[in-house]
């Protein structure tokens, strides 16, 4: 009988992780050498890109140039993805920085070589851009030029576009900053259980150990972690506030009303729905709070507290998985989907997709990447809870959406929105709390219907709230305000007790939340997990639905293969949904009273 692998295992080293436990980035290119010389391949294409400047005129001459261009940028892609995915697994590694900044630099230095593109083809009539976007042989550009046609006044001079090419890589700045300090420079040191064992705190076995059932080990691994980030703060106010600068400074210098409005513009994604998200969400706090009155009675608590929210709620120990039975729940959660869907995901997640374990000087949480020409690929720190068996259905959703898309759309319609991309994640949570539900009885049951009620808490409405701080610190920059470290923690605390109500204590340390959160630095990107799930919950309950199951799995999968062939509201409009309705977000609230009454009864 073959052995199961252990649940949880931490290496100190890069080197020490066994191969296959490691994801398989051999097949994108064998090693160092292979990447050098492409490298240096691709920098030969970018300066003939040049040579088309101001003759942008004609069709056969534009389409030329959408081909070519494309062509190399498919290349660069290649090329980061290995060197990003490389440094991902140890920030540390000398030749992976280089590597990783090599293929930034190229990347700015193609986009400042063809940045004449928008301004040379905003000039042209409607008329012909409209045409064009209409005629089957520049279908795969399609988007593009509707996208020229309805940005026209945000398209600046080619010397401008070209400036701000060149700032592209420095922009990047902040965010680099964040993550070295985060994931490498950071430490937290050791936390004593009840028992007196010590267990080393990281950022990827946080929350692990905020399940545990000693209330007062979870106070201490809170505190210890955020008296971290305490000892920091100063210099994550400051790489914020120069992120959040910079986002408004590109905003204004494009002509936007605000940094919002320039974020959401490359998806024509009006902004009134990331306000009405945001409002949304606050009249539904109400059955929020009603969740954190439940879990305080239910753990005999007067009050909670922020170290309270992930312990689960039926006093069990937490569920413990190997990877392998992680693997087969969810293949077995997906059959809803298909035959071929669970077929190409099981090779996948077992055969290289993968990189499983922590191991020092790895990125914290997780992510699902890859591009056109390579597999997709996994990265996260399994340690063997119910949550990461989430966390993988969540990144395969990502995976298997690229992996669909990649094999029915051309190279330039294939890269699906940043506003779609957590939908195909959040349905495959959807799916899994489903098959859960129907599998498990008596406390395991109860444990997964107390995690859905968390994760609705976690994936919709605190990111919500997180959203709401991104919106904030914007706008206090644009007013010409100061964006001080007061400010970040008054603001992110007043937050933090206005979504979590009465019900949960107003614990000091929670001020310094913001600094540990990456996605502030991607500019407007979080609010759609929010919207993510809303839509999830569209598509999950017709596809488990009996009588139209089959037909809806189908017009999903659909839904998955378009990629990026169209704009995301247009795509999704398609599918039947229509974010401008409140009601869409109205039945997250319906799904969490829904658990809790399950719970309560």
């Known amino acids: 009988m073959k052995k199961k692998e252990q649940v949880s295992q931490y290496f100190d080293s890069r080197k020490k992780v066994p191969a296959q436990h490691q994801w398989r980035l051999d097949t994108i290119y064998k090693n160092l050498d292979a990447w050098q010389k492409h490298f240096s391949q691709v920098g030969k294409m970018i300066a003939p890109l040049g040579r088309y400047q101001g003759k ?23 090329l980061y993805v290995y060197a990003n995915h490389l440094s991902s697994v140890d920030l540390s590694e000398h030749h992976a920085q280089i590597i990783t900044q090599k293929s930034q630099d190229l990347y700015s230095r193609f986009s400042q070589t063809v940045s004449f593109q928008g301004p040379e083809l905003s000039r042209l009539p409607d008329s012909l851009l409209k045409k064009m976007s209409e005629e089957q042989r520049f279908h795969e550009f399609h988007r593009e030029l509707k996208l020229i046609l309805a940005k026209k006044k945000h398209i600046l001079g080619e010397g401008e576009e070209a400036l ?20 490498i420079d950071l430490t937290f040191g050791e936390v004593k259980d009840g028992q007196g064992k010590k267990h080393l705190l990281t950022s990827g076995n946080f929350t692990k150990l905020l399940e545990s059932q000693d209330r007062s080990f979870r106070e201490k691994v809170f505190k ?26 590109y905003a204004k210098a494009k002509k ?23 409002a949304e969400t606050n009249n539904s706090l ?58 190409v995901l099981r090779k996948g997640l077992l055969g290289g997709w993968v990189d499983k374990y922590e191991n020092k000087g790895k990125r914290s949480g997780a992510f699902s990447g890859g591009c056109y020409d390579s597999l997709p690929f996994i990265l996260m720190n399994f340690s ?42 959040t349905v495959n949570e959807r799916l899994l709390t489903d ?17 859905e009620l968390d994760a609705i808490r976690a994936t919709y409405f605190r990111q919500t709230m997180f959203s ?3 919106l904030l610190i914007h706008e206090k920059v644009e007013k010409d305000e100061p964006l001080t470290l007061q400010f970040f923690n008054e603001s992110y605390a007043a937050l933090n007790a206005r979504y979590h109500g009465p019900s949960v204590g107003k614990d000091p340390f929670i001020q310094y939340e913001w600094a540990r959160i990456p996605h502030f630095y991607y500019n407007f990107y979080v609010y759609q997990y929010a919207t993510g799930i809303a839509a999830a919950f569209y598509f999950a309950d017709q596809i488990t639905h009996l009588k139209t199951g089959k037909a809806a799995a189908e017009r999903y999968l659909k839904f998955l293969q378009s990629g990026g062939n169209d704009f995301p509201l247009l795509q999704l409009k398609r599918a039947g949904l229509d974010f401008n309705k409140p009601e869409l977000y109205r039945a997250v609230a319906k799904n969490l009273r829904k658990c809790l009454n399950l719970l309560e009864n």
């Open 224 to 249: 210890t972690l955020y008296i971290a980030y305490q000892s920091h703060v100063h210099t994550y106010a400051q790489t914020l506030n120069l992120c959040v600068k910079q986002h408004c400074l």
């Open 384 to 425: 063997g809870t119910l949550n990461d068996v989430y966390t993988l259905i969540h990144e395969a959703g990502h995976s298997m959406h690229g992996w669909l898309s990649r094999r029915q759309q051309p190279y330039p319609l294939s890269d699906y929105s940043l506003f779609v991309a957590e939908i195909a994640s």
């Open 435 to 451: 098959y859960l539900i129907k599998t498990y009885t008596g406390k395991k049951r109860e444990i997964v219907i107390a995690y």
């Open 256 to 278: 936007y009303r605000s940094a919002l409005e320039a974020s959401l513009s490359s998806n024509l994604i009006d902004p009134k729905i990331y306000r009405k998200l945001i």
């Open 56 to 78: 942008l005129k004609s069709q056969p001459v534009i389409l030329e140039f959408f081909q070519k261009s494309s062509a190399v940028l498919r290349q660069i892609e290649k």
């Open 286 to 343: 109400p059955v929020l709070h009603d969740y954190f009155k439940f879990r305080a009675k239910k753990l005999g608590l007067r009050r909670l507290n922020m170290w309270d929210l992930r312990v689960n709620l039926t006093g069990s120990s937490p569920l413990r998985y190997t990877y392998e039975e992680a693997v087969e729940i969810c293949l077995a959660a997906l059959r809803p989907l298909g035959d071929e869907y669970v077929k």
């Open 164 to 183: 701000l090419s060149m700032f592209s890589r420095i922009f990047s700045g902040p965010e680099d900053i964040f993550s070295a300090l985060d994931s």
């Open 468 to 470: 709401e701080f991104e």
